[in-house]
């Protein structure tokens, strides 16, 4: 596309005024569409909005719409373009293919981001709390447990930032393990003593 037919740049702040202007389903879709248009036309590298991140917003419109099948679609197609999208791209992918019922879909994801051994503790939080929304609370407990040793780990080792991450999965975790009726570890002991100041 010549430069003067350029779409106009999105930043962050204008996705969510989109998202929260779209309230009806015809609206998002139209959303998505532009989303899509300005994924496809080029970006500059230093734009705010990657072509990833306004195909996921794009995607979120769709699933939004109840075009979820659709939505998958613009996930796939995100998680290979130019971008980072927090806390990693194949998180809304394994949302969305949960969403359709594709749940060997959703798991080869999983798997694949789990060999990784991201240090992200969101993307833990991210995954688990999928499984826990699909009612695979055995799936979302071993997510959880993941992430919170990994964070719990980073913390001992003194990294700051990681403590609250450490803390939402803790939370996380005990929530899903008394809904699975596991007794109590000491990740638990911390979230019962917490409650009770």
């Known amino acids: ?31 998505a569409a532009q989303l899509v248009a300005l994924a496809e036309d080029e970006q500059p590298s230093d734009a705010e909005v990657s072509p990833a991140a306004l195909l996921v917003s794009a995607g979120e419109h769709l699933s939004a719409a109840g075009d979820h099948e659709a939505a998958v679609e613009l996930f796939r197609r995100a998680a290979s373009s ?14 969305g293919l949960l969403e359709v019922g594709d749940l060997d879909g959703a798991h ?6 789990r060999r990784e051994g991201p ?11 999928d499984y826990e929304l699909a009612d695979d609370l055995r799936e ?36 899903v393990r008394r809904s699975l009726g596991l007794p109590l570890d000491e990740y638990d002991e911390l979230v019962a003593t917490a409650r009770e100041r």
């Open 140 to 175: 979302a407990h071993r997510w959880f447990t993941r992430g919170v040793l990994r964070s719990v780990t980073r913390v001992e080792d003194d990294d700051d930032d990681v403590s609250g991450d450490a803390a939402v999965l803790i939370i996380a975790r005990s929530r």
């Open 108 to 113: 080869r994801i999983a798997d694949e981001l």
């Open 82 to 95: 130019r971008g980072h999208v927090p806390p990693d791209v194949r998180c809304y992918l394994h949302h």
């Open 1 to 31: 596309m010549r430069d003067d037919a350029r779409l106009p740049r999105m930043t962050e702040d204008d996705l969510e005024e989109l998202y929260a202007r779209s309230r009806s389903p015809k609206k998002h879709r139209t959303a």
């Open 119 to 129: 240090a992200d503790g969101d993307i833990y939080l991210f995954i688990g709390e």
